[in-house]
């Protein structure tokens, strides 16, 4: 094992903590999917643990288990686009402190998309069926559907804000038959 590749790893697993997920792949933050993909499979291939089983126990190999465990880390959030938006939001937001998707990133993830979309399963349900009536412009449906979700979460301000835009577009027929 040659100087220069210790160096390199011992550089590297102690620089993670400053890089963020692009850095680590080596990408630019436009990347495509598949870009990040072949970025992926160079890095892991180059630092994959079972290329280097041989070595003894030590800084070297715990630095490569590191910077191995970081590149999956990096891919795995970077390849979903959803996962993708809210690091780089939250990447943004922090100016640069905090460069990890943790588990506590998706739980807040998590948390806001039910905000935004409603905190009961079956709100949620029925917010759907009023968004897929209001696609077939069965608008008397929709606002019934959003009406209803609103029954099980009435403070939810986007059932209310579909609910009358839904009315809104109800045309009432007054011609005689």
Known sequence: MDAKFIQRVTDWANALDRLD???ILRVEPTASREEIRKAYHAQSRFFHPDRYFQLPDGPVKQGIYKISKRITEAYITLRDDEK????????????????????????????????????????????????????????????RSFKMAMAYEADNQLYKKMAEEAAGKIKADYSIK
């Open 84 to 143: 993708r938006r809210h690091y780089n939001q939250q990447v943004a937001a922090s100016q640069r402190r905090v460069l990890r998707y943790t588990q506590q990133s998706e739980q807040e993830q998590k948390v806001s998309k039910q905000q935004e979309i409603g905190k009961t399963e079956a709100g949620r349900r029925l917010y759907q069926q009023g968004l897929s009536e209001m696609k077939r412009n069965n608008f008397t449906a929709a606002e």
């Open 21 to 23: 997920y692009y850095q």
